[in-house]
């Protein structure tokens, strides 16, 4: 079947007032949401490159590009002589519904298991689908390295000398320039340079918490924030969460009216290992919900620039009035993980922050810092973030297409908008941790879905890392297809 006209809802549609997007991007999302929303089916012929010019009043480069796009992005093929046509959805598998844990406080005894899965994870002669590290060949390690040497060279006393909480300001100018796109009016004093994400949560817990304490966490969730909970002698409780919308503010309105809690803890954008993205409506009700029962929110925002369609989404910070989020984030998924570079934005909890900050390790490494606020002002980040996510938005859809090529049927798979992680619901009876141990034998590494939860939840789950792609990849998947196919009950 074909059809070609412009259906008069492209014409007319416009991205919203003070939204600034690509044209081609643009274009790219109201083709796909045409395409989404039933008018052009599999199979169908879209609107010519010339039609398009003409009805949209773009230029034919444009509309080449928002194809270019769609193809990328396997929502279309291009047939040669015939004209754009609309391709079957990437997966015949469905999402996972969202998660039902229980409801209730609950201490957090984090598995010994964790530290061989990150052990086997870096190991260098296992192939890693287990830990979320980006991709080496994805970051800009050449540029920074001659950064980090040219601020060294000029200023030997970054060596000798502490620095201080709040942390070196040209960086902390840095992060503030970039949190505009998030929606977030910061001033660098109001940032607080830490080692990496998983420390910023980490002060940010011990900030607002004390020994014995609830802390409302998304489920599941990425166990590094369980081993904090954990450290600290806090309890998780766990709240349902679904794989695209995040968090359900309902449940977690329920649960802070039944329970006593301390923190609420949520990745607003795509989540790790959901890849969930809260909606603005429901970052600025879950702020809102919050404040009004004085419960500090715990934001991680790591994945947050790491996204798939035409805008950086908001973070819940930016709803925020009274100084009540706590946002963290760090450079460790865009830029270098093994540079330790993170921060946090504590709102009304700045005094305290900054005291634990010292108290802990008095500062962050200033060569470090440095080089990364170096890249940030003249290193070509936007440029280097359009190709990654650009990449890893084709990786991800390459391992959903895989799994569902490998995988047995009743197999689920999220359907992530950025970041790079997929969590994958097997069928059920499926053992992840059995998986881990036969996957680990034929030199794959997975995460089994138990280390996500303080519950005993998500055995026939696991998370896979598409920040890498190859064949080998590709073939890794059919052996763990075939894995889970011999281990379903
Ligand atoms: C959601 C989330 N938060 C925090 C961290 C830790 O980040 P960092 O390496 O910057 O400490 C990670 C790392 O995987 C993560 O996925």
Redesign the pocket.
């Known amino acids: 079947m074909t059809r070609a006209v412009v259906p008069p809802d492209l014409k007319g549609e416009k991205p919203a007032a003070g939204v600034k997007v690509n044209l081609y991007e643009d274009v790219a999302a109201r083709l796909s949401r045409l395409i989404d929303q039933g008018a052009y089916k599999t199979g169908d012929r879209l609107p010519s490159v010339r039609a398009l010019n003409k009805q949209l009043k773009v230029s034919v480069s444009t509309v080449m590009e928002a194809y270019r796009v769609m193809e990328d992005r396997g929502r279309i093929e291009v047939r040669p002589q015939s004209g754009y046509y609309v391709k079957p959805p990437l997966t015949r598998l469905s999402e996972p519904n969202i998660s039902a844990p229980v409801c209730e406080p609950m201490p957090v005894s984090s598995e010994f298991f964790l530290s061989r899965l990150w052990r086997d994870s870096l190991n260098p002669k296992l192939l890693n689908l287990g830990a979320?590290t980006p991709n080496p060949e994805l970051l800009p390690l050449d540029k920074l390295s001659r950064m980090l040497a040219s601020v060294v060279r000029s200023d030997n006393s970054l060596g000798s000398t502490y620095d201080q909480p709040p942390g070196c300001a040209p960086l902390r100018v840095q992060i503030v320039r970039r949190m505009i796109q998030a929606g977030c009016t910061l001033t660098p004093d109001q940032i607080v340079t830490t080692s990496?994400?998983?420390?910023a949560?980490s002060l940010c817990l011990r900030a607002v918490c004390r020994p014995g304490d609830t802390v409302a966490v998304e489920s599941p969730i990425?166990y590094?924030?369980l081993q904090a909970i954990e450290s600290l002698g806090l309890q998780a409780l766990e709240i349902p969460t679904h794989p695209r919308d995040g968090i359900s503010i309902e449940a977690l309105k329920n649960a802070v009216s039944q329970n006593r809690v301390s923190a609420c803890l949520v990745?607003s954008n795509f989540?790790?290992p959901l890849g969930s993205c809260i909606s603005d409506a429901n970052k600025k009700s879950l702020v809102a919900l919050l404040e009004r029962r004085q419960i500090p929110l715990i934001e991680?925002d790591?994945?947050g620039e790491l996204y798939f369609g035409s805008e950086r989404p908001r973070v819940a910070k930016s709803f925020d009035k009274t100084g009540n989020v706590l946002l963290c984030s760090?450079f460790?998924k865009t830029i270098a993980?093994g540079y330790?570079v993170?921060w946090v934005a504590p709102g009304k909890y700045q005094a305290q922050i900054e005291r634990l900050k010292m108290a802990n390790n008095l500062a962050v490494a200033l060569p470090t810092q440095m080089a990364i606020a170096k890249f940030l002002e003249n290193g070509g980040y936007d440029h280097h973030l359009r190709r990654i996510r650009r990449i890893y938005e084709r990786q991800v859809a390459a391992m959903s297409e895989a799994i569902n090529r490998h995988f047995p049927q009743e197999t689920k798979v999220t359907r992530p908008t950025g970041g790079y992680v997929l969590w994958i619901e097997l069928p059920a009876g499926t053992d992840s941790l059995q998986l881990y141990q036969t996957a680990i034998k034929a030199g794959i590494t997975i995460a089994p879905g138990t280390v996500f939860t303080a519950q005993p939840k998500y055995r026939n789950c696991i998370r896979l890392n598409a920040a890498f792609w190859s064949e080998k990849v590709d073939h890794a998947l059919e052996v763990l297809g075939k894995m889970v196919l011999s281990l379903k009950k």
Do not use: H, K, L
């Open positions: 979320a990496g994400c998983q420390e949560v990425f590094g924030i990745m989540s790790n991680d790591i994945y760090s460790s993980p330790r993170g």
